[in-house]
């Protein structure tokens, strides 16, 4: 199978570079594992903002209906329940629908491969009932399954109290917020403020010292500053952040940077979201944890990169969409993440890992 454009991952970021790639006449493929294009987006039904001009502010599952139907009547070719499994020597992807396998020989790819969830350990901390703030998201707004009744959500993120603010909205009691620093690190004051009119008790400078339980969650010890209270649960949702997934990255044989403001260990890319390697192009998380609206400036940064290498864009034309897409970037994006973006651009060229992962 031949391709112009493979893009891995058909979340947010991978469908908005495929928009941008497709719109000029580029043939694309996206392969996904899941069964549905999308991403987190389908499970989310928060209201997104702030995004890019081009599209209002709405809620995820909204917005995931809105891309792709952007892309249908376009030169992209969706494989669903795909998966790639590794690259061949003449460069050719290798992937995999779980019966077959077969190479997929693409001239340009964008890799758009999302974050994973980090847990947060303590004693017990794989009872049944213990998750990932995710893991509680998919399961009540995907799966339309209650996993639990009383719960506690252990950070303070903004993804932390949407979670919390969604788990109350279909009936689960929220007994408390557990945050091991001073203060909450929720940015969107707004929601922090709707839990405090909910009346959620938001414990800092604490941490779960033990859960119990038969078989599941029962009881939690929490450690607050000067003492110890055990509360009844049968639901604990993590909040450890999340980190870009590199599997891919290393595959490829990229190059590799460290910024804590993006999420730690971040392939090194230049302004056009170009990799170490030519062909190689990023987007989305894979290119530093960030919001909906950056996600979405990411994937069409890359595909604009892509058309501009394939010439079907003129550089000049490139130049000045690319241009404004970074300044849009900059007004959207936290100032701290935007930051660690512009000093992991400066060190493109003197990667701190080099030709580790391949052989």
Not at 325 to 330: D, N, R, S, T, V
Request: glycine content about 10%; aromatic content about 6%.
């Amino acid at each position: 199978m031949k391709t112009d454009v493979l893009i891995i991952g058909g979340g947010p970021a991978g469908l908005s570079a495929a928009i941008e790639t497709a719109s000029r006449g580029l043939d694309v493929i996206i392969i996904d594992e899941t069964s549905r294009l999308g991403g987190q987006l389908n499970q989310q039904t928060q209201v997104l903002r702030p995004l890019p001009p081009i599209y209002e502010s709405m809620r995820g599952f909204e917005l995931a209906y809105k891309l792709t139907g952007q892309i249908k009547d376009s030169n992209v070719r969706p494989l669903l329940n795909h998966r790639l499994v590794g690259f061949y020597a003449d460069g050719s992807a290798g992937i995999t629908d779980e019966e077959n396998v077969f190479p997929v020989n693409a001239k340009k790819i964008i890799v758009a491969s999302g974050a994973a969830e980090k847990a947060v350990a303590f004693p017990k901390w794989t009872l049944p009932g213990i998750m990932t703030i995710g893991a509680a998201q998919t399961l009540i707004n995907r799966d339309f399954v209650l996993p639990g009744r009383e719960a506690v959500i252990v950070g303070s993120s903004d993804f932390a109290i949407e979670t919390a603010l969604q788990l109350m909205g279909v009936g689960i009691q929220v007994k408390a917020i557990v945050e091991q620093q001073s203060g909450a690190s929720a940015k969107e004051q707004e929601k922090v403020s709707e839990l405090t009119r909910k009346r959620i008790p938001v414990y800092f400078n604490s941490f779960i010292k033990e859960a119990r339980g038969n078989g599941q969650v029962e009881q939690i010890d929490v450690a607050l500053p000067d003492e110890v209270i055990t509360l009844n649960v049968d639901l604990v949702c993590m909040d450890g952040g999340r980190a870009p997934i590199l599997d891919v990255f290393y595959q490829l044989g990229c190059s590799f940077g460290y910024q804590e403001e993006l999420g730690g260990w971040v392939p090194q890319y230049n302004n056009r979201l170009q990799t170490g390697r030519e062909d190689v192009f990023l987007a989305g998380n894979a290119a530093g944890i960030s919001t909906h609206g950056p996600l979405l400036l990411t994937g069409m940064i890359a595909g604009i990169s892509v058309s501009e290498e394939l010439q079907a864009i003129r550089t000049e034309e490139a130049n000045e969409i690319r241009e404004a897409l970074w300044k849009e970037l900059q007004l959207l994006e936290y100032s701290e993440v935007y930051s660690g973006r512009v000093k992991h651009l400066e060190n493109f060229t003197s990667p701190v890992l080099k030709d580790q992962f391949i052989s």
